[in-house]
């Protein structure tokens, strides 16, 4: 029995130092595919221990890879295992980044499991916080409204559900759209904030509060400025929309040109930033005035936020699919391209005090290929101005219309696939290589072949494209399309890449009024409660997004109005 026990022992002792010594020691690169592009990682291993991980190279979006990049590398050298969770809103980073690092304890001899038990997360006592506002989101809307807030001198608090800032507007394209800027002024561009507010409301077919448009429009100009003392660059003036006239600025960076400087403005002004917070209730007191909010924090414990006033900023709802069957049938069943926070939790949280919304089945349309992002590099095919044809193989728009009249194009074909068409000189096996592979392209050296596998008519195929090919540097007859970019269908092989509408933000929400008020079912302000941006862009517009900048101002001139008339309240 004595010699078992030895025996038993020893094996104990020697398994237990088989796991101190789990690595060979040195330093091991690895690399897979990220959301954008391969993410490579360099790992460093003791003899029992990994002890460094470097992001050698990314091309991961700003601010939202920053979380993930940050926090898993340390919390796998905290807890020595790759048993560690996800970061919301960005999986496809936070999964590639932990495929990297398997592969470079791999190749350290080492096992991709778990190697020490982690410490389970012991939930903080649930918790009450007093300020002057507390702001939902943390989007153009929330941020400017936080700001704002603060210069008038209260005390804020800003809840953001994610890991992140910016919502939406961190993966928007980076554009603002302003009339009688300065820009329009050193250019010798004649504008006026009417003239802008006029196409606004002509887009919105007249299904749109005038008023509440003009009064964007005559504050837009303000909001570049004020932008820019929050340390946004913007230049690149162009046109976007159906409107000749150049109103539109960029970044240059995309969203995150947005969001970095103007959260370190608010950051400066002394607000407090909570992420991974998700607001859950309004509360409200006896006359329902609504007097704070009950949040969660990411450990599992409450926030009880007692505030004079709350400013729901909360984005949009496209990513929640109940409420796209219900307010915005018509796209019910497409792919969001919109923030994964993007749930219309503001929403529901405003109709339970009995705010009323306003819903006209609209949304900002796009289009797109995988059903990943719109940073998707093999997403950009979708803007390729070559002929695009429906599932039975039928043109039906100019192919260099604005992106939401041809994501209407779409819908009102009643086609569930669109196709775009490429001969021998606009694409190859090679540059279509990924998308072929995964069934989102085809390809065939003939056009009969192409037609037989997309599942086309291959009658209507041919004579759309001989149509086509006969419009050849000519001004398009069929549907407009300039002469210059008729360039017909040439040799093969063929290649037909499937593109679907999608969304990439919604339109509806709350119903405010001009000092962004969120008013009960019988139009009367509901004390406390202040909305803008997303959540409450209902009556700016009609079913057709008009042009590429126009949410962002309106949510960065909005939320700066909610933000000061909530610090007076």
Same mark, same amino acid.
């Given at each position: 029995?004595?010699k %078992?026990?030895?025996?038993?022992?020893?094996?104990a002792l020697m398994m237990?130092?088989?796991?101190?010594?789990?690595?060979?020691?040195?330093?091991y690169?690895?690399?897979a595919q990220g959301?954008?592009?391969?993410?490579?990682?360099?790992?460093?291993?003791?003899?029992?221990?990994i002890?460094?991980?470097?992001?050698?190279?990314?091309e991961?979006?700003?601010?939202?890879?920053?979380?993930p990049?940050?926090?898993?590398?340390?919390?796998?050298?905290?807890?020595?295992?790759?048993?560690v969770?996800t970061?919301?809103?960005?999986?496809?980073?936070?999964?590639?980044?932990?495929e990297?690092?398997?592969?470079a304890?791999?190749?350290?001899?080492?096992?991709?499991e778990?190697?020490?038990d982690?410490?389970?997360?012991?939930?903080?006592?649930?918790e009450?916080?007093?300020?002057d506002v507390a702001?939902?989101?943390?989007g153009?809307?929330?941020l400017?409204?936080?700001?704002?807030?603060a210069d008038?001198?209260?005390k804020?608090?800003?809840?953001e559900?994610l890991?992140?800032?910016g919502?939406?507007?961190?993966?928007?394209?980076?554009l603002?759209?302003?009339a009688?800027?300065?820009?329009?002024a050193?250019?010798g561009?004649?504008?006026?904030p009417?003239?802008?507010?006029?196409?606004?409301?002509?887009?919105?077919?007249?299904?749109?509060?005038?008023?509440?448009?003009d009064?964007?429009?005559e504050?837009?100009?303000?909001?570049?400025e004020?932008?820019?003392?929050q340390?946004?660059?913007?230049?690149?003036?162009?046109?976007s929309?159906?409107?000749?006239?150049?109103?539109?600025?960029?970044?240059?960076?995309?969203?995150s040109?947005?969001?970095?400087?103007?959260?370190?403005?608010v950051?400066?002004r002394g607000?407090?930033?909570?992420?991974?917070?998700?607001?859950?209730?309004?509360?409200?007191?006896e006359?329902g005035?609504?007097?704070?909010?009950?949040?969660?924090a990411?450990?599992?414990h409450?926030?009880?936020?007692?505030a004079k006033?709350?400013?729901?900023a909360?984005?949009?709802?496209?990513?929640?699919?109940?409420?796209?069957?219900?307010?915005?049938?018509? %796209?019910?069943?497409?792919?969001?391209?919109?923030?994964i926070?993007?749930?219309?939790d503001?929403?529901?949280?405003a109709?339970?005090?009995?705010a009323?919304?306003?819903?006209?089945?609209?949304?900002i349309?796009?289009?797109?290929?995988?059903?990943t992002s719109?940073g998707?590099?093999?997403?950009?095919?979708?803007w390729?101005?070559t002929l695009?044809?429906?599932a039975?193989?039928?043109r039906?728009l100019?192919?260099?219309i604005?992106?939401?009249?041809?994501?209407s194009?779409?819908?009102?074909?009643?086609?569930?696939?669109?196709y775009?068409?490429f001969?021998?000189?606009?694409a190859?096996?090679?540059?279509?290589?990924?998308?072929i592979n995964?069934g989102?392209a085809?390809?065939?050296?003939t056009?009969?072949?192409?037609a037989?596998?997309?599942?086309?008519?291959?009658?209507?195929?041919?004579?759309?494209?001989?149509?086509?090919?006969?419009l050849?540097?000519?001004?398009?007859?069929?549907f407009?399309?300039p002469?210059?970019?008729m360039?017909?269908?040439?040799e093969?092989?063929y290649?037909?890449?499937?593109?679907v509408p999608t969304t %990439?933000?919604?339109?509806g929400?709350?119903k405010?009024?001009?000092?962004a008020?969120a008013?009960?079912?019988?139009?009367?302000?509901?004390p406390?409660?202040?909305?803008a941006?997303?959540c409450a862009?209902?009556?700016?517009?009609?079913?057709e997004?008009?042009?590429s900048?126009s949410?962002?101002?309106?949510?960065?001139?909005?939320?700066? %109005?909610?933000?000061?008339?909530?610090a007076?309240?």
């Amino acid at each position: 029995m004595r010699k %078992i026990l030895i025996i038993l022992v020893s094996l104990a002792l020697m398994m237990a130092a088989g796991s101190a010594m789990a690595y060979t020691e040195g330093s091991y690169t690895a690399q897979a595919q990220g959301h954008n592009a391969p993410i490579e990682v360099k790992v460093t291993f003791s003899q029992d221990a990994i002890v460094d991980i470097q992001i050698i190279s990314h091309e991961e979006t700003s601010g939202i890879a920053d979380t993930p990049l940050t926090r898993i590398p340390e919390e796998i050298i905290a807890s020595q295992s790759l048993e560690v969770e996800t970061v919301t809103g960005a999986t496809f980073t936070s999964k590639a980044l932990l495929e990297a690092v398997k592969d470079a304890v791999a190749q350290a001899g080492g096992l991709a499991e778990k190697t020490t038990d982690k410490a389970p997360v012991k939930a903080a006592e649930d918790e009450e916080i007093t300020v002057d506002v507390a702001v939902i989101g943390s989007g153009a809307a929330g941020l400017a409204a936080a700001a704002e807030a603060a210069d008038a001198g209260a005390k804020v608090l800003v809840l953001e559900k994610l890991p992140f800032l910016g919502g939406n507007t961190l993966i928007c394209g980076g554009l603002v759209k302003a009339a009688g800027t300065a820009f329009q002024a050193e250019a010798g561009i004649e504008d006026t904030p009417g003239a802008l507010a006029d196409y606004w409301y002509e887009r919105a077919e007249g299904n749109a509060d005038k008023a509440m448009l003009d009064l964007v429009a005559e504050k837009s100009a303000g909001t570049i400025e004020w932008l820019q003392e929050q340390g946004v660059t913007l230049g690149g003036l162009a046109t976007s929309g159906t409107s000749l006239v150049p109103r539109m600025l960029g970044t240059g960076v995309g969203g995150s040109g947005f969001i970095v400087p103007v959260e370190a403005a608010v950051r400066a002004r002394g607000v407090e930033i909570r992420t991974e917070t998700p607001a859950i209730d309004l509360l409200t007191d006896e006359s329902g005035a609504v007097v704070g909010v009950v949040a969660q924090a990411a450990d599992g414990h409450l926030v009880t936020v007692h505030a004079k006033s709350v400013v729901v900023a909360s984005g949009g709802f496209d990513r929640s699919e109940e409420m796209k069957r219900k307010y915005a049938p018509s %796209i019910s069943d497409e792919i969001s391209y919109s923030s994964i926070g993007n749930t219309g939790d503001g929403i529901r949280m405003a109709m339970d005090v009995g705010a009323a919304t306003v819903f006209k089945d609209g949304v900002i349309g796009l289009r797109g290929i995988r059903p990943t992002s719109f940073g998707d590099a093999e997403n950009s095919w979708v803007w390729s101005p070559t002929l695009l044809v429906n599932a039975k193989g039928e043109r039906l728009l100019n192919e260099v219309i604005d992106y939401p009249i041809y994501h209407s194009k779409m819908l009102e074909s009643g086609s569930k696939y669109f196709y775009l068409i490429f001969d021998s000189t606009q694409a190859t096996s090679d540059s279509l290589a990924v998308l072929i592979n995964e069934g989102y392209a085809f390809t065939a050296d003939t056009l009969e072949g192409l037609a037989k596998a997309t599942f086309m008519d291959e009658e209507v195929f041919l004579a759309t494209v001989a149509r086509y090919n006969e419009l050849k540097g000519q001004e398009d007859a069929d549907f407009g399309k300039p002469a210059a970019l008729m360039t017909g269908v040439g040799e093969g092989p063929y290649f037909a890449v499937r593109l679907v509408p999608t969304t %990439i933000g919604s339109m509806g929400g709350i119903k405010v009024d001009l000092e962004a008020r969120a008013l009960n079912t019988d139009g009367q302000p509901i004390p406390g409660l202040f909305a803008a941006g997303a959540c409450a862009n209902g009556d700016l517009f009609y079913k057709e997004y008009p042009a590429s900048g126009s949410a962002i101002m309106m949510a960065f001139t909005l939320g700066r %109005i909610a933000g000061g008339n909530a610090a007076a309240e």
